[in-house]
């Protein structure tokens, strides 16, 4: 990939990064389906990742069936892999993942996934020319160690999916899509997402981690949300604060707030399953994400000196990923 290509593509956070790469470095997306009725959870999660080795270099697709907690996975050979320059579009085997489309035929040690679904249209995290996505400024930062990009707050899913004998009927659907790309994940993170409230105009995705900087470390987060039409966007990068980070067994507490507004999250913990992660170069099995889990949300507008209420309702199913080394996130509230 030439400087200019790279430069391009920081204002085109859904193109696939990892052509002309060095390892380690790893590319993974997160495409979300919930069925109309709520009752069919999946997660499709196509990924890339180029070791220091050739022998490491591979890329896999996992589908995680969240009503169920069954993890399908099939892996390929880097040589499998198809990528268009200019269009996100990325073929791994012979499935598809795109912007508007997942099409899938995996033949997993747990059975035969076969999915054919139509996105859209999505809601991107806004693209600006001085804050390229939702990592802001940050995005310009060669160095960083994990870049991560909100391709689609929410938006339809038809089509269906098969696991083995069972077909599952998703068209109504909402889904959820995102990505992540660079050398690994954080040491320390928590994420959240939801956009089953029981007002369709609102969704919302929140994250803190450990993020490495210049030889030290600082804790970044990111808070995003849809409502009535408009994007809240509460991060490290506006001058947002994080004013409360609680991890419990069963609870996550996160709240930040800035001269306009106060988002709080409660998030009730759901059964989870174990996925494929990377780590130096690696992919482990250590990630743990529950798809059903359920969010308290509270949102509300500075009114003067106080914080007058706007929204407070419950979404389910709630997806929470909550990994690392937590107590580093706690201690530096």
């Known amino acids: 990939m030439s400087m200019l290509e790279g430069l391009h593509r920081i204002w085109r956070p859904e193109l696939y990064h990892g052509r002309g790469r060095r390892g380690p470095f790893f590319e993974g997306w997160f495409y979300k389906a919930v069925s109309a009725d709520g009752q069919n959870i999946f997660a499709v999660i196509p990924a890339v990742f180029i070791g220091e080795r050739e022998s490491d270099s591979h890329a896999l697709v996992q589908v995680i069936d969240g009503t169920r907690r069954h993890v399908f996975s099939q892996r390929f050979a880097i040589n499998r892999i198809?990528?268009?320059r200019r269009e996100p579009r990325l073929e791994i085997g012979g499935n598809l993942f795109s912007l508007d489309a997942v099409q899938l035929d995996l033949d997993t040690g747990q059975?035969?996934?076969?999915?054919?679904?139509?996105?859209?249209?999505?809601?991107?995290?806004?693209?600006?020319?001085?804050?390229?996505?939702?990592?802001?400024?940050?995005?310009?930062?060669?160095?960083?160690?994990?870049?991560h990009a909100v391709l689609s707050m929410s938006h339809t899913v038809n089509g269906s999916l098969?696991?083995?004998?069972?077909?599952?009927?998703?068209?109504?659907?909402?889904?959820?899509?995102?990505?992540d790309w660079g050398r690994g994940f954080p040491s320390a993170y928590i994420w959240l997402q939801c956009n089953?409230?029981?007002?369709?105009?609102?969704?919302?995705?929140?994250?803190?981690?450990?993020?490495?900087?210049?030889?030290?470390?600082?804790?970044?987060?990111?808070?995003?949300?849809?409502?009535?039409?408009?994007?809240?966007?509460?991060?490290?990068?506006?001058?947002?604060?994080?004013?409360?980070?609680?991890v419990e067994n069963e609870r996550v507490r996160l709240t930040a707030q800035d001269t306009r507004f106060?988002?709080?999250?409660?998030?009730?913990?759901?059964?989870?399953?174990?996925?494929?992660?990377?780590?130096?170069?690696?992919?482990?099995?250590?990630?743990?994400?529950?798809?059903?889990?359920?969010?308290?949300?509270?949102?509300?507008?500075?009114?003067?000196?106080?914080?007058?209420?706007?929204?407070?309702?419950?979404?389910?199913?709630?997806?929470?990923?909550?990994?690392?080394?937590?107590?580093?996130?706690?201690?530096?509230?």
């Open 196 to 246: 089953h409230f029981e007002r369709p105009d609102i969704s919302v995705m929140a994250s803190v981690a450990d993020i490495p900087w210049l030889g030290r470390s600082f804790r970044g987060f990111l808070f995003g949300m849809r409502f009535e039409g408009q994007w809240i966007r509460l991060t490290t990068y506006t001058g947002a604060v994080l004013s409360e980070v609680e």
């Open 111 to 147: 059975g035969r996934i076969r999915a054919d679904l139509s996105l859209g249209p999505a809601v991107p995290w806004p693209v600006k020319w001085s804050s390229p996505g939702a990592m802001g400024w940050y995005a310009f930062a060669p160095f960083m160690q994990c870049y």
């Open 82 to 84: 198809r990528s268009a």
């Open 262 to 333: 106060r988002l709080e999250l409660e998030t009730l913990r759901g059964p989870g399953v174990l996925l494929h992660g990377p780590v130096q170069g690696e992919t482990r099995n250590i990630y743990r994400e529950t798809l059903t889990s359920t969010v308290k949300l509270r949102l509300s507008k500075r009114r003067g000196l106080a914080f007058e209420m706007l929204y407070q309702g419950a979404g389910k199913p709630a997806g929470l990923d909550v990994n690392g080394r937590i107590g580093k996130l706690l201690a530096q509230a």
């Open 162 to 179: 098969t696991a083995g004998r069972q077909a599952f009927d998703l068209d109504g659907g909402r889904g959820y899509l995102e990505k």
